[in-house]
């Protein structure tokens, strides 16, 4: 009888230790002072949020440059298209036209290039700067004397950056050229030059609103109402300076 307590009295200890153990670990766990792992499923979990947040920055970072390269390829289109126009309106030679527009469009690529070269380079030693700053930081609060060799992470690069601002800038540039270099006439040449510019405009817009998520209708509207303005302003400009009219 007495051996029958004792049993009894040990499992009642054993099973009154593990309901405590279970009580103070789940405490713990909402407090967040520790992590239970089941079989190895918070692992898992942390490898598969580490992978998510990998992808979802890599799509943002895509994104951005896709975006980027649609603004660079509209500002080709509207400052060329406006530049040939604002030629057109003083002069009606075909050759002027085109010429114009391609120093337009070499030009204004460079001009993206370096621009873009410039920035990006900045944005990398601003990081590289900040990183430094993070690591002394780091080692001053762990007390080491010794500075860690500077680890940046993954950093844009300045010659890819400037090498796609000219490469959009030129690919927008392009649409009115080809569309004056083979026109005589001097008055479809315009309407025609007028007529592409419009037409990458609202591609480019919706290009620009589906990278966007914007309406894309509101942003056709936008872009090609400002490429027409630009065009409209630089034509009747040139032709009070020293146009003949039409």
């Known amino acids: 009888m007495a051996t029958s307590s004792m049993a009894i009295t040990d499992r009642y200890k054993k099973s009154t230790c593990c309901l405590l153990c279970s009580a103070l670990t789940h405490m713990a766990a909402v407090n967040g002072d520790v992590k239970i792992s089941v079989g190895g499923f918070e692992a898992e979990r942390a490898v598969a949020d580490h992978a998510m947040e990998e992808n979802v920055e890599d799509l943002s970072q895509r994104a951005q440059w896709l975006r980027a390269a649609v603004l660079g390829a509209n500002d080709g ?50 990081e590289v700067a900040a990183q430094k700053r993070r690591e002394k930081q780091r080692a001053a609060a762990a007390g080491e004397e010794e ?22 800038f030129s690919v927008g540039a392009v649409v009115p050229l080809l569309a004056a270099g083979f026109i005589g006439n001097y008055k479809v040449r315009l309407g025609v030059v007028a007529a592409a510019a419009s037409a990458a405009l609202v591609g480019f817009g919706g290009a620009g609103a589906a990278l966007g998520r914007a309406p894309v209708a509101r942003s056709c509207t936008r872009v090609v109402a400002g490429g027409w303005a630009a065009m409209a302003v630089t034509f009747g400009l040139m032709k009070l300076v020293g146009g003949k009219p039409l």
């Open 77 to 126: 289109l509207v400052s060329t298209a406006s530049l040939m126009m604002g030629v057109g309106a003083v002069k009606d030679d075909a050759k002027a036209m085109v010429l114009s527009g391609f120093a337009g469009m070499v030009g204004g690529a460079c001009s993206m290039a370096i621009g873009e070269f410039v920035s990006v380079y900045s944005q990398v030693d601003i």
């Open 147 to 168: 500075e860690e060799e500077v680890r940046p992470g993954k950093l844009p690069s300045p010659l890819q950056a400037a090498a796609a601002s000219a490469l959009a």
